[in-house]
């Protein structure tokens, strides 16, 4: 409770002082095709869940100061976020190219493996045993792979007020008790400080916002990416978890090179979007990104590995099909 508060009044102080640099650094957010607000919004929201992140972190140390292997796998998740923070802030004031992005992505996620946070071991949902990756390369590459995945799939999923913000609180809430639940009293801590983090900085967030996550969106996906690291079981939990974003990610992906068009490209075909141009009042949309996430991340938590894997397989058939309805039905 100490990590989790001190994370969120840090947070909560920081986004007033974070709003007024934004103006004064001109760091705003404009309208355009892809995102339609109302006039302009400062989006240096990646500043406030830093510091909200970090004074949850130095509790955490205090506190339960971490050991051996933990000690040197958490210290790498700390640096690996101050990198791509770093990064996007980059990105934020001059609007960098994606290679310049996926350049900090690599080498944040390149220094959270050097800290030995990489994924070697999984658990197969049909047998319930453990699966080992026998070549370090091949778990290198898949955990690059995880992490540059984790962090856009959020990245695209911040489209509307508070949508990022609170479904990322709601899977840093999940991490931290499934990881007490595994004993891992550590580790719990420093989900709960990234939720502390969101939730001090989400009511200057939500619809209508005042501030942008801005490449706060990067910071978040990072810390959601490595953090089911730490423990393979969450590996299934933030499949399940966030898997609306990262299933609505690849269909935008295919549909994109599909049509001929990058598939970096920003547009209004996210499911989001979708529904927001239907008509659907933004904060149904994301009271209803919330309700799916605590659905799937309680049975993700307590189902077994079978029923995850079947549960994903339907919501990706039922996430599959409405996105391609909207794209039909709207040509």
Known sequence: MLVFTAALLASLAATPLTRRLSWRWGVVA?????RRHA??????????LLAGIMAGVIVSYWLLPPTGDDALRLRGVVLGTVVIFGGGLVDDRWNMPPWFNF???FLAAAVAMAHIVFIEVFTDPLTGQEVW???????LLFTLFWIAGMINAVNFLDGLDGLAAGVGTIAALLFAWHSYRLGQTTVAAFPLALAGALLGFLPFNFAPARIFLGSGAYVLGYQLATLS????AKIATALLVLAVPILDVAWQIVDRLR???????GDRGHLHFRLSDKGLPTRWIVLGYYLMTVAFGLVAIFASGLMKLLLLLVLGTAVFALLGWFTFHNR
């Open 30 to 34: 404009v309208p355009d095709e892809r």
């Open 39 to 48: 006039g302009h919004i400062p989006k240096l929201g990646a500043v406030s």
């Open 103 to 105: 350049g900090v992505q």
């Open 133 to 139: 990756l026998a070549q370090r390369w091949l778990a």
């Open 229 to 232: 690291i730490l423990s393979p």
């Open 259 to 265: 049509r001929g068009q990058s598939p970096f490209h």
